[in-house]
């Protein structure tokens, strides 16, 4: 009689709303029965979070928050023989929340957006914390297994929307390239998105190698052709939604994860494959090189090689304030007045910053008497970041806060260093692998953007946490 109640009950709702309350009780109680459910739906929840709009104006996002404390407290509690394991970079993740956190309270501008911001920023230990909690028992692989499914199933289903906005030229006037229009995807950035992608391919071509080293060297098995199928697929979709991104940060950001990951797969293969692999790297390697000094050398589309010539002048400095203005510099030289500006707070407030998430405000507050303002004219609107985090990060948080970032990405580096030298099933070895070219791929994307946005944190952090697990469930 419950049951018919309850199914009369919702027949009684709108469509959506009683789709909503299934698929939410659902949620709510595979989470708190186990928390890599939560985990997963966070993970997943990245590409909708605009999309969606939950009762009380709640994101799925936020709600997937909501559920990955609760659940991650709850399985904490309910098992003190199991303590809540932290990791090598729960550290430097904790002291750079904590600058964050010193700059929020000494914040010359307004301590709301520094709690936000410094709120936005928590959720990465809370994802790293929560997938140690939930892929790191010996409880069957088969959570590792779905956790990397989701880190490239949601990007890829993104990238499958970047790649139709591309095609048929959906987007901005601003997007478009000809008849055809930069990727967003619904991130809503073409850079920001690219960011997204740089994320994911990393980790599907890496567990795509290893999938098809494994099948060359040892006795086929069904997950080996599952992962390369299905790993590939994640990795062309992603990759050529990068490309058509036209995003020039998240191509340099590629550039630097392939290095990375090339030779991260190389110091892993077994040894009969690793000087095969060693002089197809060299001469991809020269391939590469001559095709960026020589702009394409004519075998690129005309807007690639347009793109590609014009990165080397984000790399120039100048001084924005004397600059002409074309149609032709108008982006190089925006970018350089946000550079300038984040200078500018840096040298007011060198040690704790404007305040996280204050960039904007900061660049806009008319100076006081005998100040000169932050912003460069006559580029008085702001973006919304320095584009360079870098830069921004001790824009908003000072040196000290830059110097724990700083710390904190030294640590994941060696960490990753870490993972590649333990990890040794085909699997793990992806993940290492994947790992390393996405921190580095993210690292220098960062040169020129500001990825940590849109609960892209979400993803990184999840990431963070499986280069832990490559190297102590390995160990």
Same mark, same amino acid.
């Given at each position: ?65 909501? %559920? ?57 230990? %809370? ?28 990007? =890829? =289903? ?24 930069? =990727? ?5 950035? +073409?850079?920001? !998105? ?170 806009? $507050? ?11 004219? +006559? ?17 908003? $948080? ?49 040169? !020129? ?27």
């Amino acid at each position: 009689m419950g049951w018919l109640g309850l199914t009369l009950a919702l027949s009684f709702l709108p469509l959506a709303q009683a789709a909503l309350l299934v698929c939410g009780t659902g949620a709510a109680l595979l989470a708190l029965l186990d928390p890599v459910w939560a985990l997963y739906l966070l993970v997943l929840s990245v590409p909708v979070q605009e999309l969606v709009q939950l009762p009380g104006g709640l994101t799925v996002t936020q709600a997937a928050l909501v %559920l990955a404390v609760a659940s991650l407290a709850l399985h904490t509690l309910a098992h003190p023989e199991q303590p809540l394991r932290l990791g090598r970079l729960f550290p430097p993740l904790a002291l750079f929340l904590w600058t964050l956190g010193l700059s929020a309270a000494l914040t010359p501008f307004s301590p709301t957006e520094a709690l936000r911001e410094t709120t936005r920023w928590a959720t990465v230990p %809370l994802v790293y914390l929560l997938t140690l909690r939930a892929v790191g028992t010996a409880r069957g692989g088969w959570r590792v297994w779905g956790l990397v499914a989701c880190l490239l199933a949601a990007p =890829a =289903a993104d990238a499958v929307v970047g790649l139709v906005q591309f095609w048929f030229g959906l987007g901005p006037a601003s997007f478009l390239v000809g008849a055809r229009a930069r =990727a967003y995807g619904t991130l809503g950035q +073409p850079n920001s !998105f690219a960011g997204y992608m740089n994320q994911s391919w990393p980790l599907a071509v890496g567990v795509a190698t290893f999938a098809l080293v494994a099948l060359l060297t040892s006795t086929p098995r069904r997950s080996a052709v599952v992962a390369l199928v299905g790993a590939s697929s994640a990795a062309a979709l992603t990759g050529a939604a990068l490309v058509v991104s036209f995003s020039r940060g998240g191509w340099a950001g590629a550039l630097g994860g392939a290095v990375t990951l090339a030779v991260a797969v190389a110091a892993q293969l077994p040894l009969a494959l690793r000087r095969g692999a060693q002089r197809l790297l060299g001469a991809l390697g020269v391939v590469g090189l001559a095709l960026v000094l020589l702009g394409g050398g004519g075998l690129l589309p005309a807007a690639v090689a347009q793109r590609l010539d014009s990165l080397t002048s984000n790399l120039r400095l100048f001084d924005a304030r004397g600059a002409d203005i074309t149609p032709a510099n108008f982006a190089v030289v925006e970018r350089m007045a946000h550079l300038q500006a984040g200078w500018n707070m840096v040298t007011r407030y060198p040690w704790t910053g404007v305040g996280p998430g204050n960039y904007s405000l900061a660049y806009t $507050t008319p100076p006081r008497a005998a100040e000169r303002p932050m912003s460069v004219r +006559p580029w008085y609107v702001s973006r919304g970041h320095a584009h360079n985090y870098y830069l921004h990060s001790a824009a908003e $948080t000072g040196l000290i806060g830059l110097a724990a970032y700083g710390l904190l990405i030294g640590a994941v580096l060696v960490q990753a260093v870490r993972a590649c030298r333990t990890a040794t099933t085909w699997l793990w070895r992806g993940v290492a692998a994947g790992g390393a070219g996405i921190v580095a791929a993210v690292a220098v994307h960062n040169l !020129f953007e500001n990825l940590h946005v849109l609960n892209l944190g979400l993803q990184l952090g999840t990431v963070w946490a499986l280069l832990v697990l490559a190297e102590t469930r390995e160990a």
